[in-house]
Structures are given as structure tokens and as C-alpha cells.
């Protein structure tokens, strides 16, 4: 009997699987993998858009080029998945049957009911969004002047935000666009929640951009052309590009998965509370003792090596794997620039400059070639 396995998503989790399960399964099970696009999009270095859309044939990845012959891909929207039924229902209206399933469908921007924020912003979740957010300030510069420069805010100061803000800035160097630049934080600090030596450092290269950077004051509302505080005064913009949060996908609304806010909660061998759905990535809260594991792409990389060993293991009932989150450290670009901060086998805490930046490069290049090749990561290396 022929076991089909359904893999949810093109993002690391999904790709990372597929790659994975390929490898794994055996010859009598069917792999199907449906995703919403026909490419895998490095993700954490799509900001790369919002300065030069050309590099984006650099950073995505045609799903031919990481599944399988014998592997079927389907591109739709998954809008419902009936776990009593085994089905997950595409927005063209077909139904795909599964008998083990891999959700790893990504997250969508969290707007934790601001008024007017979802409305009035851009958002960093896709590859069509950098490209929005490049046009939007191409327009805005053209119709600025240096008396009256164009105002660019970026609400939200962690990874993306800070990232966001960066090629920004670079956009306006090189294109010497009359813009001023915001990055809007609710809390105290830049990189909530991160070590005061990378915070600092952080902090350190937006400044040196011609970032002007505002903490500790939460947006109240988002109308056309302006954002409110809760003290401060408010803040006009031209362009306004909303980072803050995420939460779980709309597909997961009516799921009978144990969920928090859309996001499917899982033991640490990403088994649900179905145990023929695993789920890894954004769409995941995975248990991890104390707190879950952080919706990151190193921490799905990690966990799509160990999902598709499990569904394997399930299928032949074999006792799954447990996965234990393993922090390699941080690294995060400003325009041309990085910081790296507590990378293992590294003596040093903190660090810039050229190391940091070619490591950042080389981690989006292990990646590429990971699930593809090499080769594939050596062409796109000028662009990452």
C-alpha cells in the first residue's frame, strides 16, 4: 500500500523537507509538495529586492530545480486542511488526500488590531512585497525634493525592520534620493530581547546610515499618511513598512489541530495533536522546554532535517526523533554591512567588518547549496 505524504509550503520549512523526505522515504511512499508560488525564496535575504529588484533571480529557487521527478507539485493557495478526512483543500477548488501531512505553510503579518495599520502599511513576507516597497520609494524619492524629502518609516526594530532600514538606506545612497528614514519601535530597544552588546552595534551602523531611530512609544493608529503614538507626536510618511509581528496563516483558521493564533502547537518531534501531522517553521509553536523554539530560518532549517527522517519513522512506526534547537548565533546585515554576534566556534561575542558580512553571505550560500548545489550558490553570490 502506497503511503502519500503532503508537504505544505516552499519556504525553508516546506523546501528543507522536501529535500529531505526525497531522500528518506521509501520507494512505496508518494511525495506531493503545494505551495502558493513555483519557487522557493531565500527569505532572509529578500530585503536584498527592496534596493535592486534585479538580484531576485539570485535568491529564488525554481522548485524543479529541488524536488524530485517522482516527486508532484501542485501550485495553489491551501485554503482548509480536514485532518477527519485526510484532505487538504486548494483555492481552485481541488482536494488533495494525504495520509501523513507536513504543514509548514509560513506565518502572515500580526497587526494585533492597531487601527488603520493593516490598511495603510507594507508588509516583508514575500517577494512581490520587496518589490512593492522598492516602487514605492522609487515613486516617493521622484516626487521629493531635498527641501522636502520623501519620509520612509519602518515600523517594527527587529530582524527585518533593521534589515528593511538598511537597503533603504542604501537605495538612497547610491540613487542620492531625498529621503529621511524612520525605524519605529515599541519597546526600549532595537533587536528586543537580544544581548546590549548587539543591540548597541546594531544601533551603532543604522545611525551611521542616516537611520533615525524611535523606541519606547507603541503606534496607537495608522491613517493615510501618518501614524500615531501613544505620547509622541505624530509621524507623516510617504512609505510605511509594517514588521512588527507575525501570526499563523488563514488555511489554519478552522483546523482541529491545538493551535495558538493560527500557529499549530507540536511536541518536539513536530508531531501535532494529530499524529499524522507534523508541523515545523512559522506555522509551528514547537515545544522546547521553558519556551518554544523562535520562528526563525535557522531554526527551520534545523527542524526540516529532523521532520523528514520522523514521517519516515511514522509511516514504519518507528519511534520518532526529539530535536533540540540549537542557537548557531546571529547575523544580520545593515545596507553592506553586518553584524555577527555569538557564532559558535568563534572566540569573539560581537563582531563586523568584513568577517561578519562574507559570513552572512556564506550562510545564505550553505543554504542554496544545501538544497540545490554549489554551483547554484556560487552565481548568486555576488547578490546575496
Do not use: C
Request: charged content about 30%; hydrophobic content about 40%.
Amino acid at each position: 500500500m502506497t503511503d502519500n505524504v503532503v508537504v505544505l509550503g516552499a519556504g525553508y520549512a516546506g523546501a528543507g523537507a522536501v529535500k529531505k523526505l526525497q531522500s528518506e522515504l521509501e520507494d512505496d511512499a508518494s511525495l506531493t509538495w503545494i505551495a502558493d508560488v513555483n519557487y522557493h525564496l531565500v527569505l532572509h535575504e529578500s530585503h536584498r529586492v527592496i534596493r535592486d529588484p534585479s538580484v531576485r533571480s539570485d535568491i529564488t529557487i525554481p522548485v524543479g530545480e529541488i524536488a524530485d521527478r517522482s516527486t508532484q507539485f501542485i501550485q495553489d493557495e491551501v485554503t482548509e486542511i480536514d485532518t477527519d478526512e485526510r484532505l487538504v483543500s486548494l483555492e481552485d477548488g481541488d482536494e488533495v488526500e494525504y495520509d501523513y501531512l507536513m504543514v509548514g505553510l509560513g506565518s502572515q503579518t500580526a497587526y494585533y488590531g492597531i487601527p488603520g495599520l493593516e490598511d495603510h502599511s507594507l508588509t516583508l513576507k514575500s517577494l512581490d512585497d520587496a518589490l512593492e516597497i522598492h516602487e514605492s520609494i522609487k515613486e516617493a524619492s521622484e516626487e521629493a525634493t531635498r527641501g522636502e524629502p520623501a519620509q520612509i518609516v519602518i515600523g517594527g526594530a527587529g530582524l527585518s525592520g533593521i534589515q528593511t532600514a538598511g537597503e533603504i538606506a542604501e537605495f538612497r545612497d547610491i540613487h542620492r534620493a531625498p529621503i529621511d528614514i524612520h525605524l519605529v519601535e515599541a519597546l526600549e530597544e532595537i533587536f528586543p530581547g537580544n544581548d546590549p552588546e548587539i543591540q548597541q552595534a546594531l544601533r551603532d551602523l543604522l545611525e551611521e546610515a542616516g537611520v533615525e531611530i524611535h523606541t519606547d512609544d507603541p503606534i496607537t493608529e495608522a491613517e493615510e499618511g501618518v501614524i500615531h503614538f501613544d505620547e509622541g507626536e505624530p509621524l507623516e510618511f510617504d512609505t510605511f513598512v509594517w514588521t512588527g509581528g507575525i501570526t499563523g496563516r488563514d488555511a489554519l483558521d478552522d483546523t482541529d489541530l491545538e493551535n495558538e493564533h493560527n500557529r499549530v502547537t507540536t511536541e518536539a518531534n513536530f508531531q501535532t495533536s494529530d499524529e499524522r501531522v507534523f508541523a515545523i517553521g512559522d506555522s509551528a509553536i514547537i515545544d522546547q522546554g521553558d519556551q518554544p523554539a523562535p520562528p526563525t530560518a535557522q531554526a527551520a532549517w534545523q527542524a526540516a532535517e529532523v521532520v523528514g527522517e520522523n514521517i519516515p519513522r511514522a509511516i514504519e512506526n518507528r519511534p520518532l526523533k526529539t530535536w533540540e534547537y540549537d542557537d548557531k548565533g546571529t547575523v544580520i546585515s545593515v545596507g553592506d554591512k553586518a553584524v555577527a554576534h555569538d557564532v559558535k566556534m568563534l572566540p569573539f561575542d560581537t563582531f563586523g567588518g568584513f568577517p561578519a558580512k562574507n559570513l552572512k553571505k556564506l550562510i545564505a550560500a550553505r543554504w542554496m547549496a544545501d538544497i540545490t548545489s554549489w554551483n547554484r550558490a556560487r552565481t548568486s553570490w555576488s547578490s546575496l
